[in-house]
């Protein structure tokens, strides 16, 4: 349980040197509630506000990025109001350069990012329009096992989903493309 957490500027499962991978986890962040089973007074508790990435009005947004490679899931969580912006997602440091997901079967790859759970919420994935920011604030999603989903998004209910200013399948250049397929989905 968190309210208004920020991870910025953390590279999950490659090295310092920016080439070298050596990752392998479950997954780079996850976030979920807090369930008193027990009967207390606070039965359930969700993330709140949580911040992957460039937070919104940022000094320093690309000091802020996370990279993001070889995970079984990048972003897994319950959350309301959560924003992912600004990530670099199966890339290398340096935006251009992929880390192919097809080589690693993990056992839980599903999606790349997996949210949901709270109605009446905003989930934020990429850029936010507010023109602070908004060129350093879109993801870039790197190759995905064979048309894995990039996206998923569950209990979907109520919600305000906004996916704007990110790359998918291409690199930072814009220009560059990577292999693959990607494919968002809800339930």
């Given at each position: 349980?968190?309210?208004?957490?920020?991870?910025?500027?953390?590279?999950?499962?490659?090295?310092?040197?920016?080439?070298?991978?050596?990752g392998g986890s479950a997954a780079?962040?996850?976030?979920?509630?807090?369930?008193?089973?027990?009967?207390?007074?606070?039965?359930?508790?969700?993330?709140?506000?949580?911040?992957?990435?460039?937070?919104?009005?940022?000094?320093?947004?690309?000091?802020?990025?996370?990279?993001?490679?070889?995970?079984?899931?990048?972003?897994?969580?319950?959350?309301?109001?959560?924003?992912?912006?600004?990530?670099?997602?199966?890339?290398?440091?340096?935006?251009?350069?992929?880390?192919?997901?097809v080589a690693l079967q993990k056992?839980?790859?599903?999606?790349?990012?997996?949210?949901?759970?709270?109605?009446?919420?905003?989930?934020?994935?990429?850029?936010?329009?507010?023109?602070?920011?908004?060129?350093?604030?879109?993801?870039?999603?790197?190759?995905?096992?064979?048309?894995?989903?990039?996206?998923?998004?569950?209990?979907?209910?109520?919600?305000?989903?906004?996916?704007?200013?990110?790359?998918?399948?291409?690199?930072?250049?814009?220009?560059?493309?990577?292999?693959?397929?990607?494919?968002?989905?809800g339930n």
């Amino acid at each position: 349980y968190d309210n208004n957490g920020h991870v910025a500027g953390c590279w999950f499962g490659v090295e310092p040197d920016g080439v070298s991978v050596t990752g392998g986890s479950a997954a780079a962040v996850t976030a979920f509630r807090h369930r008193d089973v027990s009967g207390g007074s606070l039965p359930e508790l969700p993330n709140r506000d949580l911040t992957i990435g460039v937070k919104a009005g940022s000094s320093n947004p690309r000091a802020e990025f996370n990279v993001m490679v070889d995970m079984s899931y990048h972003l897994a969580g319950e959350q309301t109001g959560a924003r992912f912006s600004g990530n670099f997602v199966g890339v290398l440091p340096d935006g251009k350069t992929p880390y192919d997901m097809v080589a690693l079967q993990k056992p839980f790859a599903g999606a790349t990012l997996e949210i949901g759970r709270y109605n009446d919420s905003t989930i934020l994935i990429g850029t936010d329009g507010d023109g602070v920011n908004d060129a350093d604030e879109g993801n870039v999603f790197g190759p995905l096992s064979g048309g894995s989903t990039v996206l998923a998004f569950y209990s979907t209910g109520n919600k305000r989903f906004i996916i704007a200013g990110n790359y998918f399948g291409v690199a930072v250049d814009g220009v560059t493309p990577f292999p693959g397929a990607f494919q968002i989905a809800g339930n």
